[in-house]
T-cell receptor, first 113, second 115 residues
């Protein structure tokens, strides 16, 4: 929402495939985050980046990879090592300075077929 | 370490009645607290936050939340619920004392407002 674009909205993956989820922002925010949402489990942090060319693992990074080559972009790759990738994936950004809230994209729903 | 608990998976309320969605937190430093709302198959939308100052915080769509330091709570409230308020609500906390810049989210509470 409001300057964060996630694509595609729906994505289907076959077993053993890698897929990449896109997250682009025009808010000029430094920090970007990837969350995974499963029913009844809330949001779990996968990876985050506070500056270009740097990122950190979150609570459930196994089976995922990211890059942050540009301030505007923070793509997430779901690899074949992620055994249960079916979920709703949310990208968020936050302006690092100040006591600011996070802004979220509209999400990508990934389904393994 | 920081954590958030939303003790109710679901809250049911009749339209026009007041609503409360509960949130308790744990942080080692100063709590920065947030409420977000999520409609089906959408991202989260920011409702309100507490950083410092007045314990009663007013936010979007008529929602407000009360910060209670002694009870470590930040309950979301609205005086008169609307059917359109039905959604999933998330509480989040961040340690504002120079700790983690990463917010921790609760598991969410589904609010159902009956006509």
């Amino acid at each position: 929402d409001g300057g964060i674009t996630q694509s595609p909205k729906y994505l289907f993956r076959k077993e053993g495939q890698n897929v990449t989820l896109s997250c682009e922002q025009n808010l000029n925010h430094d920090a970007m985050y990837w969350y995974r949402q499963d029913p009844g489990q809330g949001l779990r942090l996968i990876y985050y980046s506070q500056i270009v060319n740097d990122f950190q693992k979150g609570d459930i990074a196994e089976g995922y990879s990211v890059s942050r080559e540009k301030k505007e972009s923070f793509p997430l790759t779901v690899t074949s090592a992620q055994k249960n990738p079916t979920a709703f994936y949310l990208c968020a950004t936050r302006r690092e300075l100040g006591n600011t809230e996070a802004f979220f994209g509209q999400g990508t729903r990934l389904t393994v077929v | 370490a920081q954590s958030v608990a939303q003790p109710e998976d679901q809250v049911n309320v009749a339209e026009g009645n007041p609503l409360t969605v509960k949130c308790t937190y744990s942080v080692s430093g100063n709590p920065y607290l947030f409420w977000y709302v999520q409609y089906p198959n959408r991202g989260l939308q920011f409702l309100l936050k507490y950083i410092t100052g007045d314990n009663l915080v007013k936010g979007s769509y008529g929602f407000e939340a009360e910060f209670n330091k002694s009870q470590t709570s930040f309950h979301l409230k609205k005086p008169s619920a609307l059917v359109s308020d039905s959604a999933l609500y998330f509480c989040a906390v961040r340690d504002g004392s120079g700790g983690s810049y990463i917010p921790t989210f609760g598991r969410g509470t589904s609010l159902i407002v009956h006509p």
